[in-house]
């Protein structure tokens, strides 16, 4: 039913899945890490173990039925674009869920697979409430830091600008030098208005 297939005994899990391993290590990394692009630093981190992601996708899922790259780009919007898993480790995850039972294909348009979570996948996600909870804690948490680092740049610029009005209007400023200063200041924002 899915089209791409384990060797098994390459690896193990972590606990979580007896008997199963926690997914092929790829030439980009881990197993599980930062994807195609990631957030902070120029080399890959691990981000989830296997059996973490599994959680995550199987969440994402249960949330409504997704195509793969539908999966990928929650992931993105959630975190802000700060963590990317390519579809390396993507689409081999969905083959393990499917052969563990916890989603299967549903009939969709087009070439791409549609899944959707089972009753048994349902059960399992229950049974890992707290775990899937503080998972997606930790990808908000990750979306929130990197809006704030985003954000820097243009605090910075506006503090910029306080500063040298303060400095030059504290320091004296005749009525043709403040009205330049004031056209300048409208033409800024009328050019960032119209980005």
Same mark, same amino acid.
């Given at each position: 039913m899915?089209?791409?297939?384990y060797t098994?005994?390459e690896?193990h899990?972590?606990g979580?899945?007896?008997?199963?391993?926690a997914?092929p290590?790829?030439?980009?990394?881990g197993?599980?890490?930062f994807?195609e692009?990631?957030f902070?630093?120029?080399?890959?981190q691990r981000?989830?173990?296997?059996?973490d992601l599994?959680?995550?996708?199987l969440?994402?899922?249960a949330?409504?039925?997704?195509?793969?790259?539908?999966?990928i780009?929650?992931?993105?919007?959630r975190?802000?674009g700060a963590?990317?898993?390519?579809?390396?480790?993507?689409?081999p995850t969905l083959?393990?869920l499917? &052969?563990?039972?916890f989603?299967? #294909?549903?009939t $969709? @348009?087009g070439a791409r697979k =549609? %899944? *959707?979570?089972?009753? &048994?996948?349902t059960a399992?996600l #229950?049974e890992? $409430? @707290?775990?899937?909870?503080? =998972? %997606? *804690?930790?990808?908000?948490?990750?979306?929130?830091?990197r #809006?704030?680092v985003?954000?820097v740049?243009?605090r910075?610029?506006?503090?910029?600008?306080?500063?040298?009005l303060q400095?030059?209007?504290?320091?004296g400023?005749?009525k043709?030098?403040?009205?330049?200063?004031?056209a300048?200041?409208?033409?800024?924002?009328?050019?960032?208005?119209?980005?």
């Amino acid at each position: 039913m899915f089209g791409h297939r384990y060797t098994h005994g390459e690896g193990h899990g972590r606990g979580r899945f007896p008997g199963r391993h926690a997914g092929p290590r790829h030439r980009h990394g881990g197993d599980e890490g930062f994807g195609e692009r990631g957030f902070g630093r120029g080399r890959r981190q691990r981000m989830f173990d296997g059996g973490d992601l599994r959680l995550v996708l199987l969440k994402l899922i249960a949330d409504k039925p997704r195509h793969g790259y539908d999966v990928i780009r929650a992931i993105e919007e959630r975190t802000a674009g700060a963590y990317v898993p390519s579809p390396g480790m993507i689409y081999p995850t969905l083959t393990m869920l499917g &052969e563990m039972g916890f989603i299967e #294909e549903q009939t $969709a @348009e087009g070439a791409r697979k =549609l %899944f *959707a979570i089972t009753a &048994e996948g349902t059960a399992h996600l #229950e049974e890992h $409430a @707290e775990e899937v909870v503080a =998972l %997606f *804690a930790k990808l908000d948490a990750l979306g929130r830091e990197r #809006e704030r680092v985003d954000a820097v740049p243009i605090r910075r610029a506006m503090l910029n600008l306080r500063s040298v009005l303060q400095h030059r209007l504290g320091s004296g400023i005749d009525k043709d030098k403040l009205h330049e200063v004031v056209a300048l200041i409208d033409e800024a924002a009328s050019k960032i208005e119209r980005l």
